[in-house]
């Protein structure tokens, strides 16, 4: 699905380029945005999926942002979804695995910045998808904790520094939504992580989606730098002693 068909919505005539679109909350994305009317521009290092983007590559990015605007003439929207996880307590995590993880994680989103700001106007948004583990750990998550603590970070530095240029740069923190990166917790654990949430279910791919059709279009043309939390409700309440 290197591209969607656009019709009328929220994003009419948009280009968006979407990470790690392949499946999951990119896929999601790179659906709902076609469905409100962007052309869309999907990358995953899964060819068969869309054009080949891996976000840890200078050139990979190149091209990517070559090709639409080749054939759309500029980068309305940047959808840094692509993410990868390492599971290990912090003192017996490879070093490559913690790497790996921030190489994805932070530096991607990082270079993707960098790659499409020449190609955006003004009205562009950037939109990172970091985590509610941007927000508290849990244990065996020093990796992915860490990049999603620090994509934050970029998120705001580069909202201040892109605003005079008028792009946004916002942030959603997913909490625990249902994708193939959290399926054999969910098929084990939903009912159980389901009753702790005020709206009494997990997150679908469809909710983050949702969401960033808002941080993309024209309705959130006043907020930038941002933590824009979906979470069903868990952020609302202290843990309980």
Do not use: C
């Not at 991607?108 to 790659?115: D, K, N, S, V, W």
């Amino acid at each position: 699905m290197a591209e969607q068909d656009t019709v009328a919505g929220r994003l009419a005539g948009k280009v968006a380029i979407i990470t790690g679109a392949a499946r999951g909350q990119g896929l999601a994305e790179a659906q709902r945005f076609a469905a409100e009317g962007a052309h869309v521009v999907a990358g995953d290092v899964l060819d068969h999926e869309g054009i080949h983007l891996d976000v840890t590559s200078p050139a990979s990015w190149a091209a990517a942002v070559q090709v639409a605007v080749e054939r759309h003439g500029r980068v309305d929207v940047l959808v840094n979804n692509a993410g990868v996880h390492a599971a290990a307590l912090v003192h017996e995590m490879p070093e490559e695995d913690f790497r790996r993880v921030l190489d994805v994680n932070l530096m991607g989103p990082f270079l993707g910045i960098q790659a499409v700001v020449p190609a955006m106007p003004r009205g562009g948004s950037i939109i990172n998808v970091s985590s509610l583990n941007g927000l508290a750990a849990q244990a065996r998550t020093a990796a992915y904790t860490s990049s999603k603590f620090a994509l934050r970070g970029l998120t705001k530095a580069a909202a201040l520094d892109l605003g005079p240029l008028g792009i946004r740069v916002n942030a959603i923190l997913p909490g625990v939504i249902r994708t193939p990166m959290v399926a054999p917790v969910v098929e084990q654990r939903e009912a159980e992580l389901a009753a702790g949430l005020p709206l009494g279910r997990i997150g679908e791919p469809t909710d983050v989606a949702s969401a960033a059709v808002f941080l993309a279009s024209d309705d959130s043309s006043w907020l930038t730098g941002i933590d824009l939390t979906v979470d069903g409700g868990h952020t609302a309440s202290t843990p309980r002693l």
